[in-house]
């Protein structure tokens, strides 16, 4: 008999101890899992939420808090986790940790009273059964934690997170383990205590790499705006341009990413993607650090360092001097002919031509500002005034406009020369040449080409690639309508004024048709109020007026029926 109930206590101590082996093989494949998952967790607050959960669920602890070390020496409350009570604090949930840092250092003193503390000072695991009847340690905070509740905090596992330099950087706090098939409260046990370790050990490492990239990352996005606010602030008409664009850019491909019909319904975007977009918008015009700034800043057709329009004034003067002596001289003339009778004459001669000289220069003051299109009549009106003829200050004859200014002066739009915007054009492809030549990560591999397409056309005739539609990835022709719209509303241009929503939407209209722009993005953009949002953080209010959507070029809204 008793040698049968030695043997039914032998099995039952055998198939106790194959269920525990069987639960610590399930847990350590869990740990396994874990460590995998945290190493891949981009964001810091849902990290710690894992490492917290995970601590949880491998340990079958009902409560937990993570604690981080701070520069000031405090434990800081990050997350804290109670399942029983449902108390969800910290991390992605919204609600703030209310309660005050731990102090390490008391006086002067380590504060070995607190058990956090002391587990952060030490580097020990501190495994207590009973928080009431444990001595050496503070639970003053944890037992009034307890009156306000009604919870009973018992048995506490507490352990230091070290990273790979032995430094301490957190503290995992564990409270209630429940066994898991009677549900009571159990002390922590030592395998407990082991896979607490283990995972505090993976999790210290895979948050040090991922403050260690975000910093990193940080590091790199500043140095881009570093040197978007130099390019920004080489030149006070497009200030602000490297800022906005980036912000265009996200808001459309967002709205894309969220379209669930039409052509682009399988376009999606991970947060990888997004960064790497982000840091192209960032980046699309850092070329622009290449362009001289007369080029650049250059407000009118006579501009260089400075505008020669008043070079024309002095020499206006000049012939108006000219002509005044002239008058005189044939006055005298006239006098001593005894031909007092041409002097009326004579001053209307000298007034006519002080009129054509005065509208003359009225003319080529507005030819100089580029404002609106020249016409043939115009071009040909500033060949005639070349063709005056002014002494210098030299006493050498000259025409009255140098090659250089009936160059300039002739430019049909705008302000720029064929050659000057050949200079402000190679911006795009110093920027290629620049993000080409830098060795990306694999997760920024697209930098290069989703910022050096944004001046890319649908139909090929764009630069400096000439690429059509098919060859371009959706966010760079997003890139192209954020770069063109930015410039079409912006308001700190020198030779114009920031448009309009609805007069923007309509050149961006035409040019959806004309093969310009992305006609499936347009779409989106002027759907989804994309230039609506947009408006509202950078435009004047003057420029958000109402925008009828039946009147846009190129876009179809939706008709509901009833």
Same mark, same amino acid.
């Given at each position: 008999?008793?040698?049968?109930?030695?043997?039914?206590?032998?099995?039952?101590?055998?198939?106790?101890?194959?269920?525990?082996?069987?639960?610590?093989?399930?847990?350590?494949?869990?740990?396994?899992?874990?460590?995998?998952?945290?190493?891949?967790?981009?964001?810091?607050?849902?990290?710690?939420?894992?490492?917290?959960?995970?601590?949880?669920?491998?340990?079958?602890?009902?409560?937990?808090?993570?604690?981080?070390?701070?520069?000031?020496?405090?434990?800081?409350?990050?997350?804290?986790?109670?399942?029983?009570?449902?108390?969800?604090?910290?991390?992605?949930?919204?609600?703030?940790?209310?309660?005050?840092?731990?102090?390490?250092?008391? &006086?002067?003193?380590?504060? !070995?009273?607190?058990?956090?503390?002391?587990?952060?000072?030490?580097?020990?695991?501190?495994?207590?059964?009973?928080?009431?009847?444990?001595?050496?340690?503070?639970?003053?905070?944890?037992?009034?934690?307890?009156?306000?509740?009604?919870?009973?905090?018992?048995?506490?596992?507490?352990?230091?997170? =070290?990273?790979?330099?032995?430094?301490?950087?957190?503290?995992?706090?564990?409270?209630?383990?429940?066994?898991?098939?009677?549900?009571?409260?159990?002390?922590?046990?030592?395998?407990?205590?082991?896979?607490?370790?283990?995972?505090?050990?993976?999790?210290?490492?895979?948050?040090?790499?991922?403050?260690?990239?975000?910093?990193?990352e940080e590091l790199f996005e500043s140095f881009i705006n570093l040197m978007n606010t130099a390019i920004d602030e080489k030149s006070p008409y497009t200030g602000g341009h490297c800022q906005r664009v980036p912000t265009l850019t996200m808001m459309l491909a967002e709205a894309v990413n969220e379209t669930k019909a039409g052509p682009l319904k399988n376009f999606t975007m991970t947060d990888k993607d997004r960064y790497e977009l982000k840091i192209a918008g960032l980046l699309h015009d850092c070329g622009k650090v290449t362009t001289p700034v007369h080029v650049v800043d250059k407000a009118t057709k006579l501009e260089t360092i400075y505008d020669r329009i008043h070079l024309l004034d002095t020499r206006f003067e000049v012939l108006k001097r000219d002509a005044e002596i002239e008058l005189l001289s044939k006055k005298l003339q006239a006098a001593e002919a005894?031909?007092?009778?041409?002097?009326?004459?004579?001053?209307?001669?000298?007034?006519?031509?002080?009129?054509?000289?005065?509208?003359?220069?009225?003319?080529?003051?507005?030819?100089?500002?580029?404002?609106?299109?020249?016409?043939?009549?115009?071009?040909?009106?500033? /060949?005639?005034?070349?063709?005056?003829?002014?002494?210098?200050?030299?006493?050498?004859?000259?025409?009255?406009?140098?090659?250089?200014?009936?160059?300039?002066?002739?430019?049909?739009?705008?302000?720029?020369?064929?050659?000057?915007?050949?200079?402000?054009?190679?911006?795009?492809?110093?920027?290629? =040449?620049?993000?080409?030549?830098?060795?990306?990560?694999?997760?920024? =591999?697209?930098?290069?080409?989703?910022?050096?397409?944004?001046?890319?056309?649908? &139909?090929?005739?764009?630069?400096? /690639?000439?690429?059509?539609?098919?060859?371009?990835? $959706?966010?760079?022709?997003?890139?192209?309508?954020?770069?063109? +719209?930015?410039?079409?509303?912006?308001?700190?241009?020198?030779? =114009?004024?920031?448009?309009?929503?609805?007069?923007?939407?309509?050149?961006?209209?035409?040019?959806?048709?004309?093969? !310009?722009?992305?006609?499936?993005?347009?779409?989106? +953009? $002027?759907?989804?109020?994309?230039?609506?949002?947009?408006?509202?953080?950078?435009? &004047?209010?003057?420029?958000?007026?109402? $925008?009828?959507?039946?009147?846009?070029?190129?876009?179809?809204?939706?008709?509901?029926?009833?």
């Open positions: 008999m008793s040698s049968a109930v030695d043997s039914t206590q032998a099995l039952k101590l055998a198939g106790e101890a194959a269920t525990a082996a069987d639960d610590l093989v399930q847990r350590l494949e869990q740990l396994n899992a874990i460590g995998a998952s945290l190493s891949a967790e981009r964001d810091i607050n849902r990290l710690l939420e894992s490492i917290l959960v995970a601590a949880k669920t491998i340990t079958r602890a009902d409560g937990g808090t993570l604690y981080r070390v701070t520069e000031e020496q405090t434990l800081r409350f990050e997350i804290v986790r109670t399942s029983s009570l449902k108390n969800y604090l910290g991390g992605t949930t919204g609600n703030p940790v209310p309660f005050y840092p731990i102090q390490l250092h008391r &006086d002067g003193k380590p504060n !070995h009273n607190m058990i956090a503390a002391h587990a952060a000072l030490s580097g020990q695991t501190i495994n207590v059964q009973d928080a009431y009847t444990a001595e050496g340690f503070d639970f003053t905070g944890t037992r009034a934690f307890d009156a306000k509740t009604g919870y009973r905090s018992q048995s506490f596992l507490t352990v230091p997170m =070290k990273n790979h330099e032995n430094e301490i950087i957190g503290v995992l706090q564990l409270i209630n383990s429940i066994h898991p098939k009677s549900g009571e409260i159990q002390a922590f046990s030592a395998s407990d205590e082991r896979l607490a370790e283990s995972l505090a050990s993976q999790a210290a490492i895979a948050l040090t790499n991922r403050m260690l990239i975000n910093q990193l005894g031909r007092p009778d041409r002097s009326g004459e004579l001053e209307t001669v000298y007034r006519e031509r002080i009129r054509r000289f005065e509208e003359d220069r009225s003319f080529l003051r507005a030819a100089n500002i580029g404002g609106e299109a020249m016409r043939d009549a115009d071009i040909e009106m500033v /060949k005639r005034i070349a063709e005056y003829r002014w002494t210098d200050v030299a006493g050498h004859e000259a025409s009255f406009l140098t090659a250089d200014e009936l160059k300039n002066l002739t430019i049909r739009a705008g302000t720029l020369t064929q050659e000057e915007r050949q200079i402000i054009n190679h911006h795009i492809v110093a920027t290629i =040449k620049m993000l080409e030549a830098l060795p990306w990560p694999r997760h920024l =591999k697209n930098v290069a080409e989703y910022a050096g397409g944004h001046h890319e056309r649908m &139909d090929g005739k764009g630069y400096p /690639k000439g690429l059509v539609r098919e060859q371009m990835s $959706v966010q760079a022709r997003v890139m192209g309508i954020a770069d063109i +719209f930015e410039a079409l509303t912006a308001k700190d241009r020198p030779y =114009k004024k920031g448009k309009t929503l609805s007069e923007s939407l309509e050149i961006l209209g035409k040019f959806s048709l004309n093969g !310009h722009i992305d006609p499936d993005l347009f779409d989106i +953009f $002027v759907r989804r109020k994309v230039y609506l949002r947009y408006a509202e953080m950078f435009l &004047d209010k003057e420029q958000i007026d109402n $925008v009828d959507d039946s009147k846009i070029p190129g876009y179809a809204p939706l008709v509901h029926q009833s």
